[in-house]
Each structure stands twice: as C-alpha cells, then as structure tokens.
C-alpha cells in the first residue's frame, strides 16, 4: 500500500460520493475497505471516507454483513465520548456502501511505538487510561470493540487520545462466526475465550487493553511465533507475563505488574467486569505509584518490532494514519479462505477457526502443531467447506431463508404497505407523533431498510402522526407567581424556563411572570399551539429595583421631593416646629440619607413649621405677678419695667399687643405702675 502522498491510481479519488463527499485522495487500503480523505460539501469540513469492498456485499451471506455493518454503524453513531471517533453518516451510492467518520490529524500507537521503542510508565497509564475512558462508554452502551490494538488507537496532533473502528470488526466476526466458524482478530491481542469458543464481551476488550499496556510498557508483545496458531495456543495456555519480566524492565514495581496481570487474567471472571472497573482499577495502582518511577521508561531502540514470520513487504499502514479517523483497513482480513495461512505484521488481522486451539498443558502438542501446520489447514479447509454447504443450504433452500426489507421509510402508507406486499412480506402498522415526518407518511420500518428478514416475516411500521401539538393555557400566565404558572405549563405538557439576568418592576411581585416567550424571545400568547415538550421561557419580576437613600435635610420640601421622586421613592412629608431650621425645609428623615432601599419605598420627612407660636394675652390691668405667670404658662419671659416707681404692682401696658402671635420663649416687657 503507497505512504500518504504517493500517486495512486484510483477511480473514486476525484468522484462526489453520493452527491455530497468530494473524495480527495486515498488514504489507505485493506482487504474489507479503502479509507479517503474527503470534504464533506455540505458541511464543509474534512471527513475520513470509508468504503466498503464491493465483493462483501455479494450474496446472501454479503447482505446478511452489509445489514450488520450498518447497524453497528448506527450505534457507533450514538455514541457520544472525546475518545472515540465519531460516526457521522453510512449510507449507499450505487454500489459504493460507504461510512463517514471524525478525521483525526495524528499518527496512530503503532507508528508512536514504532518511533520510541517503549513509553515512559506515566504515558503508558495515561494513553491506556483514555482508551478504557473511552471503551467505558461504548460498553454502558452495551457495544463491544473487539479490535483493540495499537492501529486502532489514534494519537492527534493536539494531545487527544482516540479509539476508532467501531462497528466494522464486530459485523464481520458475526457473521463469519456464524456462516464459516471463524474468529477475526489481531492474534497478538485476541483473549482465550474469542479463539477457543468465538465468545466476547466487555472483558474481551480489557483483555486487549492489558496486551497493549504490557507492550507500551515493554515495547514488545507478549506472545510471539512463527504462526498466528502458535500465537493463538500461547494466549490459550500461558498466562500473560509480568512486565518486569521483560529484557531491562526489572525495576517495574509490583503494583503495574499486578495491573497487567488483572486486565490480561486468561479466565474472563478474573479481569475487570468492562473498561469502567478496568478503569478504576488503573487509576488506584497510578496513584500508588512515585513521579520518579511514572517518568522512567524501558530501554528500547527505536523500531518496528515484528513476528519472525513478517513479510517486510506488507504494510500496516502506520503512514497513513496521520490523515484518516479510523485503524488501517490494511490491518482488516482479506478474503476468508486464506487467512489463517497468511503471515502477520503487529496489527494484521487474521481470521482463525473457532476452536482449532484449545485449553492443553502439554508443550509437546504445541510442538506437533508447529511439525504439522498443514493438518490444520486441511481441517480448517474441510470445516470451513462443512458449514459454507450447510450454512448455503440454510440460507438458500431452507427454512432460514431471507429477503431484504424495501426501501419504505419516507413513502406514504399505502405505498409502503404496497412495497412490502410486493416482496411477500407482512405488515403491522404502529402510530407515532413526528416533528419532521408529515403525518401519513413512514417514519421508520423494523427491520430497517435494506436489513435482511425471514421471507415469512413481518415489517413493522412507524406511521407519523404529524407534530404533536398542544396548547398553551388559556388563561393569562402574566402576573402569576412562579409555582402556579410552571404548574399550568406542566399540565398542558410543556416545560418550563426561565430568563436569566434581573428583571425589577416596580408593581409585580417578586416572582411574578411579566413576560411569556419562546426560545427567541417572540411572546406566547394564551391558547397558542406549540410542539408537546416545547420550553417556554418566563421573565419573572425581582420587585422593585435596589436604590441607595440620599439626604434631603436642610434641603426645601418641594426640592427634597423631586430628589426622592426621581429615585422611584415615595415621599411622606410631616411638619414640626423647630427653632433652628427655617420653615418649609427638612428638618430630618426617615430612613436616613445612604441607607439601602429598593424602589416604592416610603421616606418620611420632617418638615420645619419655624418657630412654635402663642397668642398674646390681655394683661393691662393685671397684677405683674399673675401677669409674668401667665407668660409662663405659654412659653414666654416677662420682664418688668416701672414707672413711678410701681408702687402698686399693676401692668399698665405690654410690649406685644394683645391676640398678636409671638413665638414661644420671647421676651415681654410689662410696664408696671
């Protein structure tokens, strides 16, 4: 396979894959797809284009693969996680079956192994902590890679950590599991329990994760041979070995071999439950470890380690990973027949028969095996031809005999109904509310488009009944406290949010709605119909705005009032004598000037009436003693002024007149005689 760069003649590059992906240049090629580089028109943005090898697809067998591959497709597609590559579309144009992926700018583990021999132990545990963070997910999921290995582990430019080829591994075991009784797989990461009885799990995954520690720590795999076989009955029979086992790798402490030994344990209920525990598990011994023996790495040259048996001539593809999103289709298995034959690089996948090695103690057989390749072969060929004539038969003749669901999704009812009718297959038809599929018309069919069913099946199909639409209540949610309005949304089956920042108003109550709208910002209006579910968003009131008092005093009332007015206050002047203040100005206030208040508070103020003021009595003709008491009693000061010496005591006259106001605490002068 040409490096990225090299010319290569190839009819796709140049073409528009289904009228939307402008294939570029070809990336890389293996036995069951070819990857390109492509620009996805519609979105912009560079894409890795995976295609699939037409000769899968021929068929029956090649239907029941194709149905698979896309499936897993849809899965993948739905998980959401950094680690893992996405899946952003499969579809088919013409006879190109093709899938769209993450286009991830980086080399993959292989090719960094390659250029460092080995990794310090703290990079190690890093990069197989974000592979098991990323497994983590697939497995809640309930999806299993089955593929782990350094080709399929992608380094990015900028640090990331992606796992990539989901979904393609997974359809071809299933189906040459069940039609030929082989297994798929890298060998130098394939678990006992995949090559002895084809089963796998979430643990199958741990069990490769802890082969690619022990070679990231090492820079070597722990089994070699000369043949996949070999390989395989060392995986069957021999423990994994102690990374400190290794050629200079002595000083590894305890705690990273007793990691390596859980994750790679041959007995499937001795590792991890999935990537999550595994996960846990590595982080525990990490934190047990000394940043002096986290830096420290396995002295190894830089090089490409292979079996004994490489061909130097294939190529894994670790040149071109810089440029694609997913593992080499290089390291994918070429055509059944000849894989178990076939020579292997670190990531080339071979396909094995399920149970040519089994559970044995004795070297002497592995021996006899390595003596005899060729009775393997001719029992893997006699096997292989058993089951292809007994799986035709099933599949062609038999009662197991399928047919494709035609394409219904998108056409009206009745000529759906007609589609399946014409390929003898029954119906059940099931309603549902669809925003985006016009009522009457097929959402979606189970078994799905182009998915392979029992021609005595039955499609079911999902028949939109438009938008679900509900309404909003009839009654007004304006001035309604937050409780009651979310209350009424909730009933009419929408739901509730709400309009972040402050919103004072100087009449509504804390928590009242003063406004009702949708999510850009258009009001809605009582009755109005809206999708079932729809957010509306509602403005509640924070009541009045904060304001801090200033100090009117000895300011003049109508000037105190304009002041506190224009802070939105309320003014309630009260009026008091005061010696000291002129009238009509503010004696004082309550609150007090800087204190903090809110908008329609009350500020009372005391306004000065001046001076307090007494009518002056009558006192001509009093006596000047009953006459000064009387001043008294009202606030004022008597003095006294005789004349002829006031020998009779008698006020014969008074400074103030008579009925004359006069402020408290003056001063009369009382003429006596």
Same mark, same amino acid.
């Given at each position: ?258 990691? $390596? #030994? &859980?994750? +790679? @344990?041959?007995? =499937?209920? !001795?590792? *991890?439950?999935?990537? %999550?525990?595994?996960?846990?598990? /590595? ?37 071109? $990973? #810089? &440029?694609? +999103? @997913?593992?080499? =289709?290089? !390291?994918? *298995?070429?055509?059944? %027949?000849?894989?178990?034959?076939? /020579? ?41 031809? +058993? ?10 003749? %038999? ?275």
């Amino acid at each position: 396979m040409p490096p990225v760069g090299a010319t290569v003649t190839d009819p796709l590059v140049g073409r528009l894959v289904d009228g939307r992906y402008e294939v570029v240049q070809r990336i890389a090629r293996g036995g069951m797809a070819t990857v390109y580089l492509a620009v996805d028109r519609r979105l912009d943005r560079d894409v890795a284009l995976k295609v699939m090898h037409p000769h899968l697809a021929e068929g029956r067998a090649g239907a029941d693969f194709v149905a698979r591959f896309r499936r897993e497709a849809r899965a993948a597609a739905r998980l959401t996680h950094p680690g893992l590559v996405g899946v952003y579309d499969q579809g088919l144009d013409g006879d190109t079956s093709y899938l769209t992926m993450e286009y991830v700018d980086g080399v993959n583990l292989r090719r960094h192994l390659s250029e460092r021999g080995s990794l310090s132990v703290g990079e190690a545990l890093g990069v197989a902590e974000q592979v098991l963070d990323a497994l983590g997910a697939a497995h809640r999921a309930g999806l299993v890679h089955r593929d782990v290995k350094p080709e399929n582990v992608l380094m990015a430019t900028d640090g990331r950590i992606k796992v990539a080829d989901f979904g393609l591994a997974r359809a071809v075991t299933e189906v040459t599991s069940t039609t030929t009784g082989t297994v798929f797989g890298t060998v130098a990461y394939l678990s006992p329990e995949l090559v002895v009885r084809g089963e796998s799990d979430a643990r199958t995954d741990v069990y490769a994760t802890g082969v690619l520690l022990y070679e990231m720590l090492t820079g070597a795999q722990p089994f070699t041979g000369e043949t996949p076989i070999q390989i395989a009955f060392q995986h069957v029979n021999n423990d994994v070995p102690a990374p400190s086992d290794a050629d200079g790798a002595s000083w590894l402490p305890v705690e990273v071999d007793e990691l $390596v #030994g &859980a994750l +790679a @344990a041959r007995e =499937p209920e !001795d590792r *991890p439950a999935d990537a %999550g525990a595994a996960l846990a598990l /590595l982080r525990r011994t990490r934190t047990a470890l000394d940043p002096a023996t986290l830096a420290r790495r396995v002295d190894r040259d830089p090089v490409v380690s292979l079996p004994q048996a490489t061909d130097p001539e294939q190529d894994t593809g670790s040149s071109a $990973v #810089g &440029a694609r +999103a @997913a593992g080499d =289709p290089a !390291d994918e *298995p070429a055509e059944p %027949g000849d894989a178990t034959t076939r /020579l292997e690089t670190p990531g080339r996948t071979v396909a094995l028969p399920i149970g040519a090695v089994t559970v044995s103690g004795s070297p002497a057989a592995a021996t006899a095996r390595r003596r005899r390749p060729w009775r393997w072969v001719v029992a893997a060929v006699l096997l292989l031809a +058993a089951i292809g004539g007994g799986t035709w038969w099933y599949l062609a003749v %038999g009662p197991g005999a399928y047919t494709t669901v035609p394409a219904v999704s998108g056409l009206a009812e009745d000529d759906a109904l007609g589609a399946l009718d014409a390929a003898e297959l029954a119906s059940d038809v099931v309603r549902a509310f669809d925003d985006t599929v016009p009522s009457g018309d097929v959402v979606s069919a189970d078994p799905g488009d182009g998915e392979r069913v029992r021609k005595d099946g039955t499609v079911t199909l999902t028949v939109s009944k438009g938008v679900d639409l509900v309404a909003m209540p009839a009654e007004t949610l304006v001035g309604k406290l937050q409780a009651d309005a979310e209350a009424l949304l909730t009933a009419a089956g929408l739901d509730a949010d709400y309009v972040e920042g402050d919103h004072w108003d100087d009449a509504a109550a804390v928590g009242a709605v003063l406004a009702v709208t949708d999510a850009d910002g258009t009001p809605v209006e009582p009755g109005q119909a809206l999708r079932r579910g729809s957010t509306v968003l509602l403005t509640l009131s924070d009541g009045p705005e904060p304001v801090r008092i200033v100090s009117v005093v000895g300011a003049t009332l109508d000037e105190a009032t304009a002041q506190l007015r224009g802070l939105g206050l309320v003014v309630a002047p009260e009026e008091a004598f005061s010696d000291t203040v002129e009238a009509g100005r503010v004696i004082s206030q309550t609150p007090e000037g800087g204190a903090q208040g809110k908008r329609t508070d009350t500020v009372t103020l005391q306004v000065s009436k001046g001076p307090e003021t007494v009518a002056m009595p009558n006192l001509t003709g009093k006596q000047y003693n009953e006459a000064a008491a009387a001043l008294e009693a009202l606030g004022l000061k008597a003095e006294r002024r005789n004349v002829l010496g006031g020998l009779f005591g008698t006020v014969r006259d008074q400074s103030v007149p008579a009925e004359q106001q006069v402020a408290k605490g003056t001063t009369i002068t009382l003429t006596v005689v």
